[in-house]
């Protein structure tokens, strides 16, 4: 890998900190050649520090850490995009990320469509839409309609129209994300226990 220092008169580099799972961004530092020397052999986060002007491992003091997962460079050469697993909250305000956000994974229209889920359950003027229907039923009867759901799966599965596949797996998904927030539970929970049984099986 090589990086341009010289391009900047300070030798910096801009090192954007993005988690490896979220892939949300967490922080922006600079690294000058040695930072970077550091960062590869400890395998946690280095940056100088313009203010301290001194190498500045990130978690140094609070033990917050950005282990390091993988590191990228851009185009130009004179951008690193380093991904990283954070022990703990990444600013020194103690928010997750330095734009004050929750690092929290985004599941993109999956994401939404949970939200619309959780409206529906909650806000009373939503009271005669078919997610309602459903939660008022109880969880007998969403657990029952995700089982149904799965069979029609199975079958189509075994069949050559993969748009009716297709349908059919979006109305279990769709179902299943119900009986997630009918048990209390989000997309993020089944997530976090695939993720510990990753770090399982890695560790075996």
């Given at each position: ?98 734009w004050g956000e929750k690092n ?101």
């Amino acid at each position: 890998m090589e990086i341009n220092f010289d391009k900047y008169e300070n030798g910096l580099v801009p090192a954007i900190i993005q988690d490896s799972i979220t892939k949300n961004v967490l922080m922006l530092g600079f690294m000058n050649q040695e930072a970077f020397s550091k960062t590869e052999k400890e395998k946690k986060v280095t940056f100088f520090s313009r203010s301290k002007n001194r190498l500045w491992t990130k978690g140094e003091e609070s033990d917050n850490f950005l282990n390091i997962v993988d590191v990228k460079l851009d185009c130009d050469n004179d951008t690193l995009l380093i991904m990283a697993d954070p022990e703990g909250p990444v600013c020194h305000k103690g928010t997750d990320t330095c734009w004050g956000e929750k690092n929290v994974s985004n599941f993109g229209f999956l994401s939404y469509l949970e939200e619309v889920i959780e409206d529906r359950k909650n806000d009373k003027e939503q009271q005669n839409s078919y997610v309602a229907s459903l939660f008022r039923k109880g969880i007998n009867k969403i657990a029952q309609k995700v089982g149904e759901e799965a069979v029609e799966v199975v079958i189509e599965a075994k069949d050559e129209n993969d748009l009716d596949f297709l349908s059919e797996s979006a109305d279990l998904l769709f179902h299943f994300m119900v009986l997630l927030q009918a048990k209390g539970f989000h997309l993020r929970d089944v997530e976090k226990t695939l993720q510990s049984r990753h770090k399982f099986d890695r560790n075996e």
